[in-house]
Every structure is written in C-alpha cells, then in structure tokens.
Nanobody, 121 residues
Framework: QVQLEESGGGLVQAGGSLRLSCSAS????????MGWYRRAPGKEREKVAR???????DYADSVKGRFTISRDNAKDTIYLQMNSLKPEDTGVYYCKAERLRDSSWNIRDYWGQGTQVTVSS
C-alpha cells in the first residue's frame, strides 16, 4: 500500500508564509511527477505546482513568483513554500503522486487527504 501524507497547513494573515510538506510511504519503486493542487470553496480543484523526478517545475500563473515547489527524492517528499499569501489562496491543498510505480510494478496516481490553508485579510 502507498500513502501520501500532507502537513503544514494552517491559518495565516495575508502577506504571511506557510510551508507544506507531502511524504509518500509504502511499497514504492519510483515516482515520476509529484505536485500540489488546491480546491477553493465553491470551485474546482486546480493545479498549483508540479515537479518531475529530475526537478523540472511548472506553476499556475496565479502563484508564480510567490510559491516554490521542491523535492527530496531520497525521502519521496515534496514541499511547497508559500510566500506573500493572499486570501484567494485559501483552500484545501492536496498532494498528488503521478504515475507512481510500486514494488509490484503497478503504476497509478495517488492523492493525499488534503490540508487546509486559510489566509485571512
């Protein structure tokens, strides 16, 4: 079994910072791309940032220059440093592992349970 566990969410004032972490555990052989997605109240889930196994990144336009995604392959962990937070960044942030290959050689996507980020004005 593979699990993704997020941490680091919370309540912060506008202009503040938070750092999210997501660790994958279980019978993992390798993980291709990992990323962060969020669902704001009343909206569809959207991509925030993604990072490949070799460190290539892409970001949603709304977070470019404010958020930074990073990855520790040895720990199967990704991070999201969020600076200059705005009220519109509020939502549940989900971690996703794309095309994760487990020790039985199966490939599929996995999602974490999500962590709440609330930015007050």
């Amino acid at each position: 079994q593979v699990q993704l566990e997020e941490s680091g969410g919370g309540l912060v004032q506008a202009g503040g910072s938070l750092r999210l972490s997501c660790s994958a555990s279980g019978s993992i052989f390798n993980i291709n791309t990992m990323g962060w997605y969020r669902r704001a109240p009343g909206k569809e889930r959207e991509k925030v940032a993604r990072i490949t196994s070799v460190g290539s990144t892409d970001y949603a336009d709304s977070v470019k220059g404010r958020f930074t995604i990073s990855r520790d392959n040895a720990k199967d962990t990704i991070y999201l440093q969020m600076n200059s937070l705005k009220p519109e960044d509020t939502g549940v942030y989900y971690c996703k592992a794309e095309r994760l290959r487990d020790s039985s050689w199966n490939i599929r996507d996995y999602w974490g349970q999500g962590t709440q980020v609330t930015v007050s004005s």
